[in-house]
């Protein structure tokens, strides 16, 4: 199926979809605290991207691994990370999967989440974002990029604070950046909506696919390479209520991600799925890193650079906010 099918549709239809999509958040949600599930396991719900940063989700889910442990983990999708923020504030939902970072971490700040996390999702790894343009454009070089439309997922975020950072080492100004869902990315582009798309995998590599889009610069290369990206956050309330079902949920993670590291086949087979991805897309995509432990050290680089970017106004030590 075209691209264009797959990622197509009015932001009216973007902002419905969101609607429906929190409503359901709500309604499968609780008071924060687990309740029993399918054959007396822990229910546990999880907002989830359709993204590759939380493939060992799915796999533990499709590997029986939450089973093995107790658990009946419940996946609600969601197209922004952001759109699960009040939910999880309220205790609808227990956890966000491929949460991104510094949105939850401004939350954090200023004090309308009071968040845990539990464990790492991805870190950045070469290729595994990168900035497209049409095949025909004239933006050659990240120099052109000045001034130009360039679309990521959540505007003040992890992609604009990271590529700002790219720029600055070479030297470049920045773009004007435009909030656009990962799906709806390549209609962007191919509209001509946007003269540039930062995109993640999968739609990364789908997006080059399908329009022949060219790279222009790769998100995670210096000095960002490697830098946390996104992971499983929770709350304050329910981390402390919750003690065990949590140590079963990071223990099947962590078998997951031990999977993923083994065998990286799986994760590709795993990503159309509960993606709009191609078992022939996938098997193309640039894999991100998969942590297996929480790295307080690592997560600091993102926070320090958040504190310089002014998208912090303080100081936050990741080390109080995981949740070991």
Not at 152 to 172: C, M, P, R, Y
Not at 264 to 276: E, F, G, M, Q
Not at 281 to 299: F, G, K, N, S
């Amino acid at each position: 199926m075209p691209l264009r099918q797959l990622r197509s549709g009015t932001r009216a239809a973007a902002a419905a979809a969101a609607t429906l999509m929190l409503v359901a958040l709500t309604a499968c949600g609780d008071d924060g605290g687990s309740s029993s599930g399918a054959g007396g396991r822990e229910t546990v719900t999880v907002a989830a991207l359709p993204l590759i940063d939380c493939v060992a989700l799915y796999i533990a889910r499709d590997r029986g691994l939450f089973e093995k442990e107790g658990l009946d983990v419940r996946i609600q999708q969601v197209q922004q990370s952001l759109q699960a923020l009040p939910a999880l504030a309220k205790g609808q939902i227990d956890m966000v999967a491929s949460a991104n970072y510094v949105t939850y971490l401004q939350a954090h700040e200023k004090g309308t989440l009071d968040m845990r996390i539990v464990a790492e999702a991805i870190r950045a790894a070469p290729r595994m974002m990168e900035v497209l343009v049409p095949e025909d454009s004239d933006i050659k070089t990240v120099a052109d990029l000045e001034g130009k439309k360039l679309a990521v997922n959540t505007l003040n975020n992890v992609q604009s604070l990271t590529f700002d950072e790219i720029l600055a080492k070479q030297g470049v100004g920045s773009p004007v950046y435009r909030a656009i869902p990962f799906p709806q990315m390549g209609a962007a582009l191919d509209k001509g909506q946007v003269d540039a798309v930062h995109a993640v995998e999968p739609y990364d590599s789908a997006i080059q696919d399908e329009l022949k889009a060219r790279v222009i610069a790769d998100g995670s290369s210096a000095p960002v390479e490697a830098i946390p990206l996104s992971g499983y956050v929770s709350t304050s309330k329910y981390v402390e209520g919750n003690g065990k079902t949590l140590a079963a949920f990071q223990r099947a993670v962590k078998a997951a991600v031990r999977i993923a590291e083994e065998d990286p086949s799986v994760v590709r087979d795993t990503l159309p799925t509960y993606t709009k991805v191609t078992a022939k897309q996938a098997e193309a995509i640039d894999l991100p890193v998969y942590p297996p432990t929480m790295d307080a050290v690592q997560l600091k680089r993102l926070t320090d650079l958040m504190e310089k970017q002014g998208m912090l106004k303080k100081p936050i030590d990741p080390a109080t906010l995981m949740v070991e």
